[in-house]
């Protein structure tokens, strides 16, 4: 608590001096009505255009080409929780310093792993909505934005946002990073990467597969119980967490030699060094999230949280589930974006108005009922 105080203080120092500038990729969720009255001015407003796609080729195609060679990190460039953006920024498929905007997401997951539009529609305007700013339509793929590079501000804290604010996009019982109890939830995870190969090498024969996938997503939520006392695992993350246990199988395999095996080579190549295997091609048809039905079911779990300490896992009845998916868009809009933009205004508000119609597209045919919570 002390040092999420400490935070505060410091980021209220630094939106009152008046040589600060604030970022453009920082993200304006959750700041106090007189910070966004101080920071919206300094900001220039991007209007949002409509997501690119469909694709209209969606065979499997090189994708580790010449015009999208991997490169090493310069000096200030970002990544986060996520290898499949991490490894699109590194191999020039969103600009490489990890900023982007949601429609260069849409596109590179769409052209770099063939993720199926809806899909990527979903994920990177939930994603955008919370971690990025929605005025100058940028987004951080990463949690910190290290002091270096061209123009280093030292007043810049090292924590900017990004696609990591917990339990949302990023999450508990991550496969290879640890929970935020912990300290370090974006990093690489040696360990847990080596547990990953302990259960690939149990139930998949030394590769990576939909039921690896079950046995580890269900012992990453039992380590969590275990260890971390504040466990959550709800609605978004319940989704996002099952979600994440399939996305190696379907879109870190080529394209070429699709059989569902994931070597541990690769998926080191991509989890930990964000890069393809040489002469990589993409999938060969849209995927989203096959095999979250086989994960799922080899050990079901109700959405819930750990109360009052480890190994006390208490389900949540009023999360959204497998079962109820409009409510995981009812409980996002009405408790998470209302909560992180109680009462917007002007360019603030037409900006959210904006994405959230565009989020909403990605639940529209599943008989949703779209929510307006700032008015048409």
Known sequence: MFSKLTSIIFLCTLLCSPTFAYPSHWSLAGLPREELDRVLPTLKFNPPSFPPGPLNDTSAKLVNDKAHP????????????CPGLNTLASHGWLPRNGIATPEQIMLAVQEGFNMEFG??????????????????????IGGKSPKTGADPDPHQPATVGGLNTHAVFEGDSSMTRGDAFFGNNHDFNETLFQEMVEVSNQFGAGKYNYTVAGELRHRRIQDSIATNPNFSFVSPRYFTGFAESTFPVNFFIDGRHEDGQLSLDVARGFFQNSRMPDGFFRASSPRSVEGIDIVFSSHPIEPGRNVGGVNNYVVDPTSADFNTFCLLYTNFVNQTIRGLYPNPTGVLRQALNFNLNILFKAFDGNNCTQIFPYGK
């Open 70 to 81: 991997w490169k090493p990190l310069r000096p200030g460039d970002i990544r986060g929780p």
């Open 119 to 140: 899909t990527a529609m979903l994920v990177t305007y939930a994603a955008f909505l919370v971690d990025g700013n929605v005025v100058t339509n940028l987004l951080s």
